[in-house]
């Protein structure tokens, strides 16, 4: 019998006020079901942002030492179950369970970083012109925060969102991506486990659609933290503008990668390979785009196919696959309609773009690894993000012609160059458009205690993770004491 998945408001596990329940099915065996989690309603977010003010008043007061060392028991938590966490998250969106179990890891790892920063300092002493001032600063919380996170990553994006969060103050109502659902219950969970004062932080399950709106305008909520599609960014921002909140977004991307004559090109071939295929292309720093001089470039096709005819197909549970299945049926069309697409505008479907079917694949929502060529910069499948194992190269003259072509793009999250020579490396590290830069490195990657995001199209300017969370879960205070009158 599958569980039914409850909602974690003020401290307790509760149904929604509505009875009704999302069934979540595994989409590499889509007739198996895995679990119910709970379809609210804008009562049910009303009464979550309630428990989280309540909440803040105490925890604000609190020791941030103290509340770091939350945050270190629930690494220690999440680690304990790694398994348990990393099959339900691989069966409920298709990711490998060896990438599970690494996504697993790296929340433990993004807990404890910002477990530590309730060690560090919050302001500075600063000079002031009267010699009987004291002049400071200091900062604070700032309030209830809504943390509106994706499926791709239903384990590091929503710790890297809610750690800095609680430890600089803050109490936090999160709704996880309903595909994510199951996954959301299991880290808040962790949380319960840790010791976690009740309504510091509060899960809604359910549509976004239906709770969207309540989740960003309700009056007791701060600051909105976003990951996810362009659309719905845009949507966020323009309400949250509109009652003065601070918000964050962390949107799409369109991520190249560059390849000079001069590269390691077996490197090369290799971490373009997985930028694009890890996680069956479902990230948002995904390589998309792959920029190659002409000379070098029938040898880099080469050695990418040798590559890709190596990749296995299957359930992600099982850890000889080395791609999983797309997360749902939706993103199955989605990304099938993209390989139409560009086979329509004139690219050569040089490899894959197949749907895979038969006994193996038990009617899961499987696509081979893609790769087009022939592709220019005004195909669909060069401008718009997929969000899945498509990868269009694109054949150029010169170093100057691919960062031409790679800017040219709404946006700006991640890009790689490829080349062993180190003008063009740091002329390419100040021209390229984008928030992450990586020399010799695929487009994916982020490390705790670096800042995470993009520029153009792909963020509202702020930055996750590292010291750089501080500028957003808080507010400056400035502090004059005069001792003498």
Not at 299 to 323: P, Q, Y
Not at 349 to 355: A, E, H, I, W
């Amino acid at each position: 019998m599958v569980s039914n998945y409850l909602n974690y408001i003020g401290g307790r596990w509760t149904e929604s006020s509505t009875g009704e329940k999302h069934e979540h099915f595994n989409p590499a065996k889509p007739s198996e079901s895995i679990g119910f989690t709970q379809v609210s309603s804008i009562e049910d977010v009303k009464e979550a942002v309630q428990q989280a003010k309540v909440a803040f008043s105490d925890w604000k007061q609190r020791s941030s030492v103290e509340r770091g060392e939350i945050l270190r028991k629930a690494a220690d938590f999440l680690e304990e179950n790694v398994q348990e966490i990393a099959e339900i998250a691989t069966k409920e969106m298709g990711k490998r369970i060896v990438e599970t179990k690494g996504e697993v890891l790296r929340g433990a790892m993004i807990l404890r970083y910002f477990a530590q920063e309730g060690m560090r300092k919050t302001g500075e002493m600063l000079p002031s012109a009267n010699p009987n001032n004291t002049l400071y600063t200091t900062r604070v919380p700032v309030g209830v925060v809504s943390v509106i996170s994706p499926w791709n990553f239903p384990i590091a994006i929503p710790i890297w969102k809610i750690a800095p969060a609680l430890v600089y103050g803050n109490t936090v109502v999160w709704k996880p991506a309903q595909d994510a659902g199951i996954t959301a219950v299991k880290i808040a969970e962790v949380f319960d486990k840790a010791g976690l004062p009740a309504g510091v932080l509060n899960i809604v399950n359910g549509r976004g659609s239906a709770l969207g709106n309540s989740i960003v305008e309700h009056e007791d909520v701060a600051a909105i933290t976003f990951t996810g599609s362009n659309e719905v960014g845009r949507a966020i921002g323009i309400r949250a503008v509109a009652q003065n909140k601070k918000y964050q977004l962390e949107l799409g991307g369109k991520n190249p990668v560059v390849v000079l004559k001069d590269a390691d090109i077996d490197l090369a071939a290799k971490l373009t390979v997985e930028g694009c295929m890890k996680q069956t292309g479902q990230r948002c720093t995904a390589t998309s785009r792959v920029y190659v001089e002409e000379a070098i470039y029938d040898l880099f096709m080469e050695k990418i196919m040798r590559i890709v005819k190596d990749i296995k197909v299957g359930d992600g549970i099982n850890e000889s696959v080395t791609m999983g299945p797309v997360a749902s049926k939706k993103q199955y069309e989605t990304v099938c309609s993209y390989i139409e697409k560009g086979i329509e505008e004139g690219g050569n479907l040089y490899y894959g773009g197949k749907t895979l079917e038969g006994p193996d694949y038990q009617g899961g929502y499987f696509i081979e690894p893609t790769i087009f060529d022939n592709v220019t910069n005004e195909m669909t499948i060069a401008k718009e993000e997929i969000f899945g194992p498509v990868l269009a190269v694109i054949r150029v003259a010169n170093y100057e012609e691919a960062l031409e072509k790679a800017n040219d793009t709404i946006y700006g999250l991640s890009a790689s160059l490829f080349t062993t020579n180190l003008d063009k490396a740091f002329h390419f590290i100040k021209n390229s458009e984008v928030g992450l830069v990586q020399i010799n490195g695929e487009t994916g990657g982020a490390e705790p205690q670096a800042p995470f995001g993009g520029m153009k199209e792909s963020s509202s300017g702020t930055r996750e993770q590292g010291q750089a969370a501080m500028e957003f879960f808080t507010s400056y205070k400035t502090v004059t004491i005069t001792t003498k009158m």
